[in-house]
């Protein structure tokens, strides 16, 4: 009961700093989307790699050797989710799967089952995309980056700059876009 009610007010304290954030940085994103939003049909399935943005160009290093990438998002249960990325990196397939949670009471954060990594998800809204989503990842080094994902394999370029336009607002500056030379993975053609 306790802890229930220390959780609440937690999330109640990050709503109301987060909506400060917002009055003094006019180009922060909205609310990301809660994890009962997001756990819905509407976002289960492929999402293709389109860019990234980050505060520090060392974290651009792991995106930097990526040719292409696909997020396939399956839903587990209410509360849990399965989260395959099928990466082109030179010539090779590559294949990852991590688990991802919620909490209760976190209703904006998914945890990696490892706690090593948490995301926050915003849709494409914020970019004028509605066949868009942006997800906002922090690792276990602290290494922040936010990714943009579509639905389909091929976006228009404005979408691309207001992406990076909106990212470099929140000092985001450090920006790398999918290459694409050699095509996506399969989810049967990775390792």
């Known amino acids: 009961m306790l802890m229930s009610t220390l959780w609440g007010a937690f999330g109640s304290l990050i709503g109301l700093f987060y909506a400060g954030m917002q009055v003094m940085v006019p180009c922060l994103p909205p609310s990301p989307l809660s994890t009962s939003v997001f756990t819905t049909d509407e976002y289960m399935g492929s999402w293709y790699f389109v860019a990234v943005a980050v505060w ?55 945890f990696r089952n490892d706690y090593d990594t948490i995301a926050l998800v915003w849709d494409g809204k914020f970019i004028n995309c509605a066949s868009c989503i942006i997800i906002l990842f922090v690792d276990e080094d602290e290494e922040m980056s936010a990714t943009l994902f579509a639905r389909s394999q091929k976006l228009p370029d404005e979408v691309i700059r207001e992406f990076k336009s909106k990212m470099e607002c929140l000092y985001m500056e450090d920006f790398a876009q999918a290459p694409l030379k050699q095509g996506y993975c399969s989810l049967n053609e990775a390792a």
């Open 56 to 110: 520090d160009e060392d974290d651009l290093k792991s995106f930097e050797t990526t040719d292409s990438s696909v997020l396939h998002i399956q839903r587990v249960d209410n509360t849990t989710l399965t989260v395959t990325e099928s990466s082109r990196v030179g010539d090779q397939c590559q294949k990852k799967t991590s688990t991802y949670i919620t909490l209760p009471l976190m209703e904006h954060f998914l």
